[in-house]
T-cell receptor, first 110, second 117 residues
Framework: KNEVEQSPQNLTAQEGEFITINCSYSVGISALHWLQQHPGGGIVSLFMLSSGKKKHGRLIATINIQEKHSSLHITASHPRDSAVYICAVGGGTSYGKLTFGQGTILTVHP | DADVTQTPRNRITKTGKRIMLECSQTKGHDRMYWYRQDPGLGLRLIYYSFDVKDINKGEISDGYSVSRQAQAKFSLSLESAIPNQTALYFC????????????????FGSGTRLTVV
């Protein structure tokens, strides 16, 4: 069993829909990261969480440490949100090596 | 200029050749990493370095070596490339850095797509 499990693996939505991607992990962590990878390969860090909730524009990330679960929400989805979203866990605020989920491929149709 | 720069962006090499992938950063981060991404396997850690004098193996270090030439430079070498090392390689950094607004922890390079034929 992978230490970091994401669901769903693939997600298709229509523009404007509310999207949720889930991440469960089985190890103790100090921080959880949500990353975005566009076609062409580059990876961008969206959020780093150790508790609670963070919001950045239309993106919201939550984490429940007791349940070892995090969610990434996208409100009012847009075709430019189409990308692979990757959950990763690691130790110590912004330090430490990460363990990655398999990624969720999101496609948003106009 | 990008915060984390990887060169080359793409490389095709022959089996048995030695190849070096280079990474430089302007984040002022202490910690640097090399990851490999394969379809269906996600990102896996090859090597990491917490400062210039510190080098550590990751989960898939066999066939690779690294050099931390300076705080800002971390290179990955394939001593004798083989086809199953064909993958997308990412350099990454983490740390408090020099930017007070650096709240996102990790910064990734744009990746190097390596093909070994």
């Amino acid at each position: 069993k992978n230490e970091v499990e994401q669901s769903p693996q693939n997600l298709t939505a229509q523009e404007g829909e509310f999207i949720t991607i889930n991440c469960s992990y089985s190890v103790g962590i100090s921080a959880l990261h949500w990353l975005q990878q566009h076609p062409g390969g580059g990876i961008v860090s969206l959020f780093m969480l150790s508790s609670g909730k963070k919001k950045h524009g239309r993106l919201i990330a939550t984490i429940n440490i007791q349940e070892k679960h995090s969610s990434l929400h996208i409100t009012a989805s847009h075709p430019r949100d189409s990308a692979v979203y990757i959950c990763a866990v690691g130790g110590g605020t912004s330090y430490g090596k990460l363990t990655f989920g398999q990624g969720t491929i999101l496609t948003v149709h106009p | 200029d990008a915060d984390v720069t990887q060169t080359p962006r793409n490389r095709i090499t022959k089996t048995g050749k030695r190849i070096m992938l280079e990474c430089s950063q302007t984040k002022g981060h202490d910690r640097m990493y090399w990851y490999r991404q394969d379809p269906g396997l996600g990102l896996r850690l090859i090597y990491y370095s917490f400062d210039v004098k510190d080098i550590n193996k990751g989960e898939i270090s066999d066939g690779y070596s690294v050099s931390r030439q300076a705080q800002a430079k971390f290179s990955l070498s394939l001593e004798s490339a083989i086809p199953n090392q064909t993958a997308l390689y990412f350099c990454a950094t983490s740390g408090t850095g020099t930017d007070r607004k650096d709240n996102y922890g990790y910064t990734f390079g744009s990746g190097t797509r390596l093909t070994v034929v």
